[in-house]
């Protein structure tokens, strides 16, 4: 099954954050296939050995597809930048439909081997981010009708947390926004979902903290179908949800999941019932 040319976002505007590179770039590029106007919002402005892509080749992209887009800078760290990021959407495309929080950091490491930057870095970028871009847009969203926001974090379990207690702290309360948030907005056609993988996704995470190969991966194409269902599902069907990817996508009527490998000879292993993936922690970086 295959809508990624049905333009079922024409006239939306979709505003999605480290989309300069990995599951934000494809993102972008999808639900712009299906005719949003997209923000590109990141700090990258510039491609770097480690960290390729930025806001503008993506836009570029965008552009040579035949969609619009406008690139925006931002550290998601500054409210200031945030609310800056959404004045400039508003001003470039007059309204706001979509919000995806994509930034993210990441420290796998035991709580003794967790700096405390580290620990205020990953809170900073995931959940308090997530919290400021989702207050900032939805005035917008209520006077354009409705819209729907996505944050990329996953289901809340309590097993196997040890390694990743930092982490998994600021990602789990991007999934309280997620169903908090939900009761909040319930009648106003505002739907907001949590998202995320059963299995590992080739990333800029994944390659530079050397958790996994291609072998476990799977593209992150796999998350931008599963983005673009969640926002072409009325607001009042779906939300207040910790969603993973395979999952909704099968229950949409999906059954090919090869097209998602990175090896085309092996199906990454399922690694995540309900929770984060169990696979053993990076290397101190």
């Keep these: 099954m295959d809508d990624s040319k049905s333009q079922r976002l024409e006239g939306k505007v979709a505003i999605i954050t480290g989309a300069s590179r990995g599951i934000g770039r494809c993102m972008a590029l999808r639900l712009a296939d299906e005719g949003a106007k997209i923000v590109v ?9 480690n960290l390729p892509g930025s806001i503008h080749t993506v836009v570029a992209e965008i552009e040579a597809r035949g ?23 508003v001003e470039r495309f007059g309204r706001i439909d979509i919000l995806v929080n994509n930034a993210g ?3 796998w490491m035991d709580v003794a081997e967790t700096p405390i930057g580290r620990f205020d870095l990953m809170h900073q970028v995931n959940v308090r981010a997530s919290f400021i871009a989702s207050q900032a847009v939805l005035p917008h969203m ?19 947390m040890g390694g990743k207690v ?6 789990y309360g991007m999934t309280m926004l997620a169903h908090g948030l939900a009761d909040e907005v319930r009648g106003k056609n505002i739907a907001i979902n949590a998202l995320w993988p059963v299995t590992l996704v080739e990333s800029q995470a994944t390659i530079n903290f050397k958790i ?5 991966w799977r593209k992150a194409d796999i998350l931008a179908d599963a983005a673009a269902e969640i926002v072409t599902t009325p607001p009042a069907e779906l939300s207040g949800e910790a969603i993973l990817d395979e999952d909704l996508l ?23 019932a ?5 696979v053993s922690r990076p290397p101190s970086a």
Aim: a positive charge.
């Design 212 to 216: 996994g190969g291609p072998k476990t």
């Design 67 to 89: 969609g619009e887009a406008l690139a925006v800078q931002a550290d998601v760290r500054h409210v200031e930048q945030i609310q800056s990021m959404v004045a400039k959407a």
């Design 105 to 107: 950091a990441l420290w």
């Design 274 to 278: 309900t929770g984060v993936p169990k």
């Design 166 to 171: 930092g982490y998994l702290i600021s990602k």
């Design 41 to 49: 919002v990141a700090k990258s402005t510039q491609p770097r050995p």
């Design 142 to 160: 209520a006077k354009a009708g409705g819209g729907h926001i996505i944050v990329c974090s996953p289901p809340i379990v309590l097993d196997g």
């Design 250 to 272: 099968r229950s949409r009527g999906w059954d090919d999941f090869t097209r998602y490998r990175c090896d085309p000879d092996h199906e990454p292993p399922r690694l995540v």
